[in-house]
């Protein structure tokens, strides 16, 4: 979905959520009725819409027929994935990479679908968590490979810029299955090559 257009089925919440925002701003002691205010709560319910579309996806739709019979046994990794979200407990964004790997057990993934798949899960109201755990969930359930496993790296504008405001913290998460997480020598190689310089 296009941040700046709205489906026909999605107008309605559309607008109410516009009506909402108007709500909102009238709240913060602010006038909506001003210049730079007035498309304000459009905007705002249109982003919010975009920002969690990913309620409306399916993994079986997302992935399609991008799912291809292989007997590569070695390591497949992307990394450096972006990653935007929202935490659910401020509505406020956190953001910064996630690195997913996996061996194949006679089936592979088109590459451009694993960060889809981020985005699937990333485009709903989250904690880090949780997400880093639904990744490798429906990468296990696509593929049911020898071993997976997802480590993301994000920092939360929760923390940053409210609360105990530390803009420095970066929180790691990582989820391991099959050989990443009963053999060392496959999880380690899977940490070292996400480590490796990017020159």
């Known amino acids: 979905m296009d941040i700046d257009s709205i489906q026909a089925e999605d107008q309605g919440r559309a607008d109410k959520l516009t009506e909402q925002y108007h709500g909102i701003l009238q709240s913060l002691g602010e006038n909506p009725s001003r210049e730079g ?3 304000t709560p459009e905007r705002a319910a249109k982003a919010m819409l975009f920002l969690n579309s990913g309620y409306k996806m399916k993994l079986g739709d997302l992935v399609n027929d991008a799912v291809f019979s292989d007997v590569n046994q070695g390591m497949v990794i992307i990394r450096d994935i972006e990653v935007y979200s929202l935490c659910e407990h401020h509505l406020l964004p956190f953001f910064g990479q996630v690195h997913v790997g996996y ?6 993934i088109g590459i451009s679908k694993i960060p889809r798949i981020v985005d699937m899960f990333a485009r709903r109201l989250q904690v880090q968590e ?3 755990e639904e990744i490798l969930g429906a990468l ?3 593929l049911s490979p020898v071993g997976a496993g997802v480590v ?3 920092k939360h504008m929760c923390m940053m810029m409210r609360g105990v405001e530390k803009q420095n913290s970066v929180m790691f998460t990582s989820s391991m299955s099959g050989t990443f997480l009963t ?3 496959t999880r380690m190689e899977f940490l070292d090559l996400i480590r ?3 020159n």
Do not use: E, F, Y
């Not at 061996?103 to 592979?108: G, L, R, T, V, Y």
């Open 140 to 142: 296990n359930q696509v």
């Open 152 to 154: 993301m790296q994000c």
């Open 183 to 185: 053999d060392r020598a």
């Open 130 to 132: 949780r997400l880093t």
């Open 37 to 39: 205010l007035l498309k």
């Open 196 to 198: 490796t310089s990017k």
């Open 103 to 108: 061996i194949p057990d006679s089936k592979i």
